[in-house]
């Protein structure tokens, strides 16, 4: 088992930044595909970015890329995810997610282990 625990949201004004960090006890994430995913209000779960186990391959949904930046440290059993540039749109919980099987980072199906989710806010 993972636990994974959230931490880091906030309110934020519009072209500000967040970083969420993601810290997971139970076992090593060191083999797993980690993710980041949010959930606005009225909206279903969508994809933010993906990590491979090693941190060299990294998946960014179009609406984020240039802007997040998902990193790991997996000596520390961690994950981060560095938001600038923050837009109104981006108000959600955002969610940590963790994938043993290494594959589909973009379909939440494919996470076995989730946290609380920690809210994020951007006012205009």
């Known amino acids: 088992q993972v636990q994974l625990v959230e931490s880091g949201g906030g309110l934020v004004q519009a072209g500000g930044s967040l970083r969420l960090s993601c810290a997971a006890s139970?076992?090593?994430?060191?083999?797993?595909?980690m993710g980041w995913f949010r959930q606005a209000p009225g909206e279903e779960r969508e994809f933010v970015t993906a990590?491979?186990?090693?941190?060299?391959?990294?998946n960014y949904a179009d609406s984020v890329k240039g802007r997040f930046t998902i990193s790991r440290d997996n000596a520390k059993n961690m994950v981060y995810l560095q938001m600038n540039n923050l837009k109104p749109e981006d108000t959600a919980v955002y969610y940590c997610?963790?994938?043993?099987?290494?594959?589909?980072?973009?379909?939440?199906?494919?996470?076995?282990?989730w946290g609380q989710g920690t809210q994020v806010t951007v006012s205009s």
């Open positions: 139970g076992r090593t994430i060191s083999g797993y595909l």
């Open positions: 990590i491979t186990w090693g941190g060299g391959i990294t």
């Open positions: 997610a963790a994938n043993s099987a290494g594959w589909g980072p973009r379909s939440s199906g494919k996470y076995e282990y």
